[in-house]
């Protein structure tokens, strides 16, 4: 074996739901192929960052490939960002932002302006935006979601958001978390950015022409999750594989960009329960051609939880299933199954529980493990690890970790 291919499944695992007769959607689905390749292989538990902690996306990624958070994570800016096509540079601010819809005494009427899908004209309209020495990038997003970039010296990202994120509530002023001058000047520059944008979109005609729609302006951006893009090893320096990542959604394309995969984008890969899972697995088994490690990315399983719908998440995790017969064959790949977090359908929330983890090839030793659940994970032969371990165990499988000692 000398390829590796790591589907991550975004909130796969669940917490047992009565409706379901006390199973999760991964118990509850039929999904032959998944326990095949369980069978096969060997499962375990993993808590992707530690036990006890609920993992983000984005840290919960970073962890699995192997990164120490403390170290290379200051927030999902940037991540998000560089999904969104943005390049990001060593010491830029970079913000996840929603186009919303404020009163005139700055109350929050809908955060995310109606779902706006058009938002190209107003992106112009800002882009412009220079406050002192300070260049400001805007980014559109997939629907109402943006990217914002604070390009110049003397910048922290130690800032409070400005997304109050409940409607209802006044949009907040963006405070330094420390009394770190450049923290107090970013956050100065953020509410100043922001007046300025209510100032230019509110009178905009893309939403004057709303309003007479009766559709909520887009006249305010919500910021959230500033974060700095730290000095990070590269994945080949680290494991020296030549990797790519297929993908749907922004932020782990963003991830897999940052340290340095080749993003492989495939039609009819959407980030959402609607995707092309088969023409995702084709193209990376098509990519083995050129790469040694596959980050195969599914975003519905969590879009669903995070709806509170586990029927179409346990539906979602058979069309999972339907699409993995065409890898149960292939015993030359190191199949590795997982999700980076758990995500409860019931409070809708990512929560610590650990994820299943499966890992399949024709040297793994089996563990007869027949099903792969979060219940089976229990009793199988991989144990329970931390989401550090992982990359570790595989580069270990492939016969190439370093010897330590003599
Ligand atoms: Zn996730």
Redesign the pocket.
């Known amino acids: 074996m000398e390829k590796i291919l790591l589907i ?1 499944c ?2 796969l695992s669940d917490r047992p739901i009565k409706q379901l007769g006390y199973k999760t959607p991964l118990e509850a689905a039929f999904k032959p192929n998944l326990d095949k390749l369980a069978y096969r292989g060997m499962i375990g538990l993993m808590n992707t960052v530690d036990i006890g902690v609920r ?4 840290v ?2 970073l962890s699995i490939f192997g990164y120490d958070i403390n170290k290379y994570y200051s927030g999902r800016g940037p991540f998000e960002a560089s999904g969104y096509g943005v390049k990001v540079k060593s010491g830029d601010i970079a913000f996840r932002g929603n186009f919303a819809t404020v009163d005139n005494k700055m109350k929050i009427i809908d955060r995310r302006a109606g779902r706006i899908e058009e938002t190209k004209p107003l992106i112009l309209a800002i882009n412009k935006i220079k406050i002192n020495d300070i260049q400001i990038l805007v980014q559109q997003g997939v629907g109402h979601r943006v990217a914002i970039v604070f390009r110049g010296k003397n910048l922290d990202c130690k800032i409070s958001d400005t997304d109050p994120h409940l409607e209802g509530k006044t949009l907040l002023n963006s405070v330094a978390a420390s009394g770190n001058s450049d923290a107090e000047r970013t956050a100065m520059l953020v509410n100043e950015f922001t007046q300025k944008i209510y100032k230019i979109l509110n009178n905009h005609p893309l939403n004057l022409g709303r309003i007479k729609r009766n559709l909520p302006p887009a006249n305010i951006i919500l910021l959230r999750g500033a974060g700095k893009l730290l000095k990070i090893p590269s994945f080949y320096q680290k494991y020296h594989l030549r990797s790519a990542c297929i993908a749907g959604a922004g932020l782990y394309k963003g991830i897999a960009n940052i340290v340095g995969m080749k993003i492989i984008n495939v039609a009819g890969a959407t980030g959402k329960p609607d995707t092309d899972i088969v023409a995702k697995i084709k193209a990376a088994l098509k990519s083995f051609s050129k790469y040694d490690f596959v980050f195969l990315h599914i ?1 519905g399983t ?1 879009v669903l939880a995070e709806d509170g719908d586990y029927i179409g998440k346990k539906k979602f995790i058979e069309k999972i299933d339907r699409a993995l017969k065409l890898i149960v064959p292939r015993d030359d790949i190191l199949i590795v199954v997982t ?3 758990t ?1 409860s359908s019931r409070l809708k929330i ?1 929560t610590a529980d650990p994820v299943p983890v499966l890992i399949a090839g024709d040297e793994i030793r089996s563990d007869f493990i027949k099903t792969f659940d979060e219940k089976n994970a229990y009793l199988g032969g991989l144990g329970r690890i931390t989401g550090n371990h992982l990359m570790p165990i595989l580069i270990d499988l492939l016969g190439r970790a370093p010897l330590k000692g003599a």
């Open positions: 991550i975004d909130g993992p983000g996306s984005d919960a990624h975003k969590d999700a980076d977090h995500t990512h």
